[in-house]
């Protein structure tokens, strides 16, 4: 069968492109402005360091082994059969990630649309009520979410090489040139300086189990960790991707927009007094503030970044949701040998109708819900804190403890052309550290230590 590859630059750029999106930019801000801040973003940077890099040289060392979709990888380069099994999570994990990231996905359309013909022009009241009006909304908010979903599925039908590479070859560099900007505009508000202390001084008080858990979940979910995602993009590596290198770069490209979106989003926060902790609806009621009031003096300015933002915003959402589908896409088109396009279908299908249930479960069917949560945090919560972890939980003792060294020497080193000097210290993160740190999180969260 036959598969296409990354180039050079796009195994970079397409990977960092699945990692980088609404995570870093709605999900990081809200995260760390309900835990503390800055205490938050160390926890956070320490999962990455210990957990995420680790984590994802062992992803990639499945994927490119195989050549494959996640499950036939998992299935490769296991010695018994059943590990195909953390595959298959890994698919149905980002199946529903996908389901409820198109809703907030969806609203980043409106919100370039309403910015487009005006309509987030009014005071802080006028935001909140605007946001909170449309997004419980019955009708609105699901049409979008649909649109984006079908939007994923016709960059992926076009496959690996058309599609995903050249959009993301074009759209990261533009939204981190931009990012700065806001930023910028963000910190000259006045009272800004409030927000950038919230950021970067800890308060270790404030720390506490379930913060913990929440840092890695965020750390895994922005990564793209857990969900054999990683290990399906590594399939289109080549042979000569360096692995290690690979994921250092990325994490730290998507550890820098993380921190430049807190750095866009508090400092505006507490100029205008929206809360820190406002949960999910906060960077679309702190947003248009910063451009309404950062650029007063030049509106055609404030409008034309505004505009440029929520479009970025919607291709950094793009890229991440084009990965997710990618993963269930592979694996009907590979091994149910369905025509791509059709296994395309099938992923569009199952996920608009999760992202129509989670949509609705914001506020205008009280209903759906699960455990006392709205399906839509229900379905964040289940992801982030548990699959994910689970998924690399499992990853890494599969491949700490029953890959053969010489397999994971080989793909660590490309076949003995690069040093291995960072090799053992890895195999021991992947052994020892990465399980143990995650069993460790969940025991304590559980009361247990
Ligand atoms: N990492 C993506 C983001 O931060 C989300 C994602 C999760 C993508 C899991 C793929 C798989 O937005």
Known sequence: ???????????????????????????????????????????????????GIPGMVSEFIIGRHAQANAQRAYDTIAPHRHWR?????????????LGFYAVVAGWCLQYLYASIVGQLSGDADYVTTYFQTFSTDP???CLWAVAFVVLTHLVVVRGVKGGIERAAKILMPLLLLLLVVIVVASCMLPGASEGVRFLLQPDFSKVSSSVMLEALGQAFFSLSLGTACLCTYASYFTKDTHLLASAGQIALLDTLIAILAGLMIFPAAFSVGVQPDSGPSLIFITLPNVFQQAFAQMPVVGYVIAVLFYALLVFAALTSTISMHEIGTAFFHEERHLPRPRAALVLTIVCSVIAVLCSLSMGAVDAI???????????????????????????????????????????????????ATLFPIWLCCVRYVVPAGILLIFLHQLGVV
């Open 139 to 141: 009708l609105k908010p």
């Open 369 to 419: 819900s699960l455990f006392g949560m709205p399906l839509m945090a229900f379905c964040d919560m289940l992801t982030a804190q548990v699959m994910l972890p689970a998924g690399a939980f499992l990853t890494s003792i599969l491949v700490g403890w029953f890959v053969s060294r010489q397999v994971l020497r080989d793909e660590f080193t490309n076949r003995g052309s690069l040093r």
């Open 85 to 97: 099994f953390v595959g298959y999570l890994g698919i149905l994990t980002s199946t529903i990630i």
């Open 1 to 51: 069968m036959e598969r296409g590859n990354f180039g050079k630059v796009g195994v970079i750029l397409a990977t960092a492109g699945s990692a980088v999106g609404l995570g870093n930019v709605w999900r990081f801000p809200f995260m760390a402005g309900q835990n503390g801040g800055a205490a938050f973003i160390v926890l956070y940077i320490g999962c990455i360091l210990l957990l």
